[in-house]
């Protein structure tokens, strides 16, 4: 059973155009961590959303937290060739001794 | 944000031997981290729970006696393959917690493990 529903799977838009990546749960989560990962390195943070109904913005990225804490959307702006990769949501539960819960994560590419 | 490196980046190995691989937390004592796999184009699956000073918490279809998870210290763990076949060549990720934050975990670079 996948715990974090992402779609879509795999994007491919041109430079320029806007983009949202949604995560999806039935479940609550105490917090949801969203990474970007390039090929052959390690998944890097982007931001953690804590609250019903947050919204974070970094850049061009604008991040949202469901006002159940169930789901969240990555919304990218006019996006560029260097947001290309792997997008991960990640959500959190009761403690932070245990694991992260990983959707199957989105596939970006943006051709310029 | 937090750092955690990994050691080696990557590693190749005959059929039949043993490579460790150390997760290091830089700048953070973790009490706890992770160690994942990841097959190319898939997420991250994750494979073990390490704990300081006690035994790893392994999920299910990993297995304990092949992947050996040791974690003596606040700020590093070692992922051991033992007698290492081709199907264990994989992208090995670990992660840990930063106390100080809202539950969030930072990833380690990786080690690309190829077993020939």
Not at chain 1, 44 to 67: A, H, I, P, S
Not at chain 2, 39 to 47: A, D, G, I
């Amino acid at each position: 059973t996948q715990l974090l529903e992402q779609s879509p799977q795999f994007l491919s838009i041109q430079e320029g155009e806007n983009l949202t990546v949604y995560c999806n749960s039935s479940s609550v989560f105490s917090s949801l961590q969203w990474y970007r990962q390039e090929p052959g390195e390690g998944p890097v943070l982007l931001v953690t959303v804590v609250t019903g109904g947050e919204v974070k913005k970094l850049k061009r990225l604008t991040f949202q937290f469901g006002d159940a804490r169930k789901d969240s959307s990555l919304h990218i702006t006019a996006a560029q060739t260097g947001d290309t990769g792997l997008y991960l949501c990640a959500g959190s539960r009761n403690s932070g001794n245990t694991p992260l819960v990983f959707g199957k994560g989105t596939r970006l590419s943006v051709i310029a | 944000g937090a750092v955690v490196s990994q050691h080696p980046s990557w590693v190749i190995c005959k059929s039949g031997t043993s490579v460790k691989i150390e997760c290091r937390s830089l700048d953070f004592q973790a009490t706890t981290m992770f160690w994942y796999r990841q097959f190319p184009k898939q997420s991250l699956m994750l494979m073990a729970t390490s704990n300081e000073g006690s035994k790893a918490t392994y999920e299910q279809g990993v297995e304990k006696d092949k992947f050996l998870i040791n974690h003596a210290s606040l700020t590093l763990s070692t992922l051991t393959v033992t007698s290492a076949h081709p199907e264990d060549s994989s992208f090995y990720i670990c992660s840990a917690r930063d106390p100080g934050g809202a539950y969030e975990q930072y990833f380690g670079p990786g080690t690309r493990l190829t077993v020939t």
